[in-house]
C-alpha cells in the first residue's frame, strides 16, 4: 500500500487508506481522479485569471509572468506555457520523473487563464477588486486541493523545489524561499504586479490548500496505475 505525502507551509500531511475490496471499482477511481486533474488545473488557471483582474497583486510566479507578458506582448497565459516548459526542462538534470499532472499543468493552466481573462472585464473600484481578489484566492486553494488530491504527479515549478531539495540537501522551504523570492523580484523589475493580494496569497494559500486537499481526496488503491505515476513525491509543495 502506498502512501503519498505532502508538504504545506513546511508541515507534512499524509494521506494513505485501506485499499478498496472491490476491484471494479478502480475504473471509477481513475476516472474520478482524472476528472479532478482536470478540473483542478481549469479552475486554478481562471483563479489566476482573477487574481489579474483585481489587480491587487499576483502569486509569486504569476508576477514573473505578468511581467514578462509586458516585456514580450504576449499573453500571461502564454507566458504561463513557455515558462512551464522551461521549468520542466530543468527536471532533466535534476533527475525528476514528471507525471501525466506535470504535462498536463503545464498547458491547461496557461489556456484557462487566458481563457478566463477574455471572459471576465477589467474590474474598477475596490468594491469590486477586492471582492474578486478573495474569490481568487479561495478558488485557488479548490483548485489546489482538487489537482493535488488527484495524485498525478506535481506541477513543474513544484517538482523544481523539491528537485533542487534533493539535489542540494537544503530544505524545502528553503529552496521554495529562494526561488520564489527570485521569480517576484524578477517579474516586479519587468513590471509585474505586488500588492496586499500577494501577501494574503502566502499567508491563505497553504490553510487554503490543506483544507481542499482533505475534502477532495481520493483512496489509493492498492494496484498501481500504467497509466501515470499513483503518488506525490514526498515532500512536494502545494504551489502550482
Request: glycine fraction near 14%; aromatic fraction near 4%; charged fraction near 10%.
Amino acid at each position: 500500500m502506498s502512501q503519498a505525502t505532502v508538504t504545506i507551509r513546511g508541515a507534512p500531511l499524509s494521506a494513505s487508506s485501506a485499499p478498496s475490496s472491490a476491484p471494479s471499482s478502480a475504473p471509477g477511481r481513475l476516472v474520478r481522479r482524472l476528472v479532478q486533474l482536470c478540473l483542478g488545473l481549469a479552475l486554478y488557471g481562471a483563479s489566476s485569471a482573477l487574481l489579474v483582474r483585481a489587480g491587487l497583486g499576483l502569486e509569486p510566479w504569476n508576477v514573473l509572468h505578468q511581467g514578462l507578458a509586458e516585456l514580450t506582448g504576449l499573453t500571461i497565459g502564454v507566458v504561463s506555457i513557455v515558462v512551464g516548459a522551461a521549468v520542466l526542462l530543468l527536471w532533466i538534470p535534476l533527475r525528476q520523473r514528471p507525471g501525466l499532472g506535470t504535462v498536463s499543468n503545464v498547458f491547461v493552466v496557461g489556456l484557462a487563464m487566458d481563457g478566463t481573462l477574455a471572459l471576465v472585464p477589467d474590474a474598477h473600484g475596490l468594491a469590486v477588486r477586492v471582492p474578486l481578489l478573495l474569490a481568487g484566492i479561495v478558488l485557488n486553494g479548490v483548485a489546489t486541493g482538487l489537482y493535488i488530491a488527484a495524485r498525478f504527479g506535481p506541477g513543474p515549478r513544484d517538482g523544481l523545489m523539491t528537485g533542487l531539495h534533493r539535489r542540494t540537501g537544503r530544505s524545502i522551504r528553503l529552496m521554495r524561499t529562494a526561488v520564489e523570492v527570485a521569480v517576484v523580484v524578477t517579474g516586479f523589475l519587468l513590471g509585474g504586479t505586488i500588492g496586499v493580494g500577494t501577501l494574503l496569497y502566502a499567508v491563505a494559500i497553504g490553510p487554503l490548500a490543506q483544507l481542499f486537499l482533505r475534502v477532495f481526496a481520493v483512496p489509493a488503491a492498492s494496484d498501481g496505475s500504467t497509466v501515470v505515476a499513483t503518488g506525490q513525491p514526498r515532500g512536494a509543495i502545494l504551489r502550482r
